[in-house]
């Protein structure tokens, strides 16, 4: 108790509190932006964080984090336009909901479902971290180099355009972590004789470049888009109807989206497509989905919020991020001093708290901002895109630039954007290589480890249960996009057969 | 899990004549260029310095990437089979694959280098001033009573939230701008 007034404490500051409302303001501006991200929008805010304290820094992005994931859904509703891929299932039944003049009903239970599932989820976090961090305090540098491992091969499951092209990308994410100076013998690795590499690729700029000037690049050749609006009456909380209609909807969804979120790699956008497709399944009007029902909006938007508080889980139980968004977080972490992880949890316990209680102010906040400003979020989609994206630029220059003063990081920052680019066009998204770059110096600092302890020999490694367990995971989440490939390729050749058939 | 991110589109593009071979050309050349990198990257291993005597009971400075690379090399020989196997994602891929880059891209690109090139030189506040003016010239805003306004408020919050509340060094450049 005495720990989690503590920590309750150590946020219940106006400085904090004023930071956590900043970054949920943004969070809900970018959510609400198409094209920009939330990660993208936490990559460019960790430079603001520098002069900050580890709890406020941490506060802030957790903030930003849970409200960028709702921000989408005010223009999936609105407008038709999934401000974040994760509000793209939203769309489905937000929008024909809010064409039939019920847009303030749309935006109420979207509210009202994301709150919910961000708050169970706060609680699952609460109570399944410290159990994890518990049980990872015993994990030697064997079982942590395999769940590493693992984490690593769930990113041919995570959503992008191609199982084989994540894996890599995570894997030259994790070779660009080995660049500087090898912390075991001092032996300096593909740094090319440039200095400014020594301490190895600078974090932060590599973000912004990927993140933020890819899509810059990328939004280069799009024309102005005109959206058809729906006129955005006052948010309406939902009848006591509909709260009988959603109410287990949105557990169910916040139960699934935290499992989701759990998982290493998997996010919010993974959580709400299967939130959507599970309110559909156990609903008794099916054919309903798509025309704009309640349910349509409930499943995921409190399985997206669900997930944010899920991926923490991992985050800080085990150090391995639970998403891209949280990867980006555990950065800023170690930017900062802390190490996230099972010693973090046992030392500093009160620092779950503060981030709970952070995450909670989050959620409620939102909750007020997206009811008080949804019709003005909504507006934001007129800021001219050639005022938006080169207030991005600016941005990404001075965030990258910030940390160390060193034009060095900017050109870091253009390299990666213009890699980032076409990296993009050939199918292999940023998200995989930051979770590589991110889990990187995990998985070589416990590999190293485990071969010295167990005499450079894998087998004696697979003795021990928990590893063969992490092992046997692996194989399982590589086999699983190759079975969903094999049945994908038989549900073609079936319906190519009904064809030439008609 | 559901791996459908494409929906329909995608399965529509994939049934109007998707590639019938055996294996994809870009994605065969994409392969080679990943298996050319990985073994030049495997031989600048090679030239890693040599760790001291005691040290060199540890794993080799060389060893974690080299697995690295050979996993990347092994994942790169299936790039040109992918559309056998991916057949419902994988049109995404080709379609933006083929989609042309514009002129615009490639000028912002440039731009963009040219910008970081002169940056040192020209300091970093008017760095952000050129990006902030020049990027919206560069995609045909003409609006100056929208881009002076935007440029000088912006840049100026932005130079003050960082040079004077953060406490970020700004390089003053050839002309010595700077606000501390």
Redesign the interface.
């Known amino acids: 108790m005495d720990l989690m007034l503590t920590g309750f404490g150590m946020v219940a500051d106006p400085a904090i509190i004023g930071v956590i409302l900043i970054g949920v303001i943004i969070g809900v501006l970018v959510g609400a932006l198409p094209g920009l991200s939330s990660p993208m929008a936490i990559a460019l805010l960790i430079p603001?964080t520098?002069?900050m304290t580890p709890i406020a820094a941490i506060a802030m992005l957790a903030g930003l984090y849970c409200a960028g994931t709702f921000g989408g859904s005010i223009t999936a509703i609105l407008i038709n336009a999934p401000g974040a891929p994760p509000a793209a299932a939203t769309a489905l039944d937000g929008y024909p909901m809010a064409k039939r003049g019920e847009a303030g009903r749309a935006l109420g239970l979207a509210t009202i479902s994301s709150v919910t599932g961000g708050i169970l989820s706060l609680l699952i976090l609460l109570l399944a971290a410290p159990l994890l961090a518990r049980i990872a305090i015993t994990f030697t540098s064997a079982e942590y180099f395999a769940l590493a491992l693992f984490a690593l091969s769930m990113l041919a499951?995570i959503?992008?355009?191609?199982?084989?092209?994540n894996?890599?990308a995570g894997?030259?994410g994790?070779?660009l972590s080995?660049i500087g100076i090898?912390l075991?013998?001092?032996?300096?690795?593909?740094t090319f004789g440039v200095n400014e590499l020594y301490d190895g690729l600078p974090f932060v700029p590599v973000l912004i470049g990927l993140f933020a000037?890819a899509e810059?690049?990328?939004q280069?050749?799009v024309g102005e888009t005109v959206f058809e609006r729906v006129r955005a009456n006052v948010m309406k909380l939902p009848s006591r109807e509909d709260f009988q209609r959603i109410k287990y909807t949105v557990l169910r969804s916040s139960g699934l989206g935290t499992f989701i979120g759990i998982l290493p790699a998997e996010g919010a956008t993974?959580a709400a497509?299967?939130g959507y497709?599970e309110a559909r399944r156990w609903s008794d009007r099916k054919e309903e989905f798509g025309t704009g029902i309640p349910e349509g909006i409930a499943g995921p938007e409190a399985a997206n919020n669900a997930a944010t508080g899920g991926a923490m889980v991992p985050t800080l139980a085990l150090g391995i991020p639970g998403s891209v968004s949280t990867a980006l977080i555990l950065g800023a972490m170690v930017m900062h001093g802390l190490k996230p992880g099972p010693y973090l949890l046992e030392n500093q316990p009160q620092f779950l708290y503060a981030i709970f209680a952070a995450m909670l102010i989050a959620n409620l906040a939102f909750m007020a901002i997206g009811i008080a400003g949804a019709k003005l979020f909504s507006q934001l989609t007129l800021i001219?895109?050639?005022?938006l994206?080169?207030?991005v630029?600016?941005?990404a220059?001075?965030g990258s630039?910030?940390h160390s003063?060193s034009?060095f990081d900017?050109?870091v920052m253009?390299i990666a954007?213009?890699v980032g680019?076409f990296m993009?066009?050939?199918?292999f998204g940023p998200a995989p290589l930051i979770m590589g770059l991110v889990l990187g110096p995990i998985v070589?600092e416990n590999?190293?480890k485990a071969?010295?302890i167990h005499d450079?020999s894998i087998l004696s490694m697979m003795e021990r249960p928990l590893v063969l367990l992490f092992f046997g995971l692996t194989i399982l989440s590589l086999a699983?996009?190759?079975r969903?490939?094999i049945k994908?390729?038989r549900d073609?050749n079936l319906?190519?057969a009904t064809?030439e058939g008609e | 899990?559901?791996?459908?991110?494409?929906g329909k589109d995608a399965?529509e593009a994939?049934?109007q004549g998707g590639p019938r071979g055996l294996i994809d050309g870009p994605d065969t050349v994409?392969a080679l260029v990943?298996i050319a990198l990985c073994g030049l990257?495997y031989w600048?291993?090679a030239g890693?310095?040599e760790?001291?005597l005691f040290?060199?009971?540890?794993?080799?400075?060389?060893h974690?990437?080299r697995l690295?690379?050979i996993?990347?090399g092994v994942?790169?020989l299936?790039?040109p089979f992918?559309h056998?196997?991916?057949?419902?994602?994988?049109p995404?891929?080709r379609k933006?694959?083929r989609?042309p880059?514009?002129a615009?891209?490639v000028v912002?690109?440039g731009c963009?280098?040219i910008l970081?090139g002169i940056?040192?030189w020209i300091g970093?506040i008017l760095?952000?001033v050129v990006?902030?003016v020049?990027?919206?010239l560069l995609?045909?805003?003409r609006r100056w009573l929208?881009i002076i306004p935007?440029a000088a408020i912006?840049?100026g919050i932005?130079t003050y939230?960082?040079s004077i509340v953060?406490?970020?060094?700004?390089?003053p450049g050839v002309f010595g701008l700077t606000l501390r």
């Open positions: 603001f520098i002069p499951s959503s992008g355009k191609s199982s084989i092209r894996l890599i894997l030259v994790v070779l080995t090898h075991t013998t001092g032996v300096e690795r593909f000037v810059l690049l990328k280069s050749r993974v497509i299967m497709n001219p895109r050639t005022i994206w080169p207030s630029l600016v941005f220059i001075i630039y910030a003063s034009f900017i050109w253009a954007g213009i680019y993009l066009r050939i199918g070589e590999f190293s071969m010295i450079n699983g996009p190759v969903s490939a994908a390729r073609r319906l190519m064809k | 899990m559901n791996h459908d991110t494409g399965r994939g049934l994409l990943l990257l600048v291993s890693f310095p760790p001291g040290l060199g009971e540890n794993v080799l400075p060389e974690f990437p690295l690379l996993a990347i994942l790169a299936l790039l992918e056998r196997l991916e057949v419902d994602r994988w995404l891929i933006s694959r989609a880059i514009g615009s891209t912002t690109m963009l280098l970081v940056g040192e970093t760095t952000i990006a902030a020049g990027l919206p995609w045909g805003e929208l935007y912006f840049t932005v939230l960082f953060l406490s970020v060094y700004f390089e």
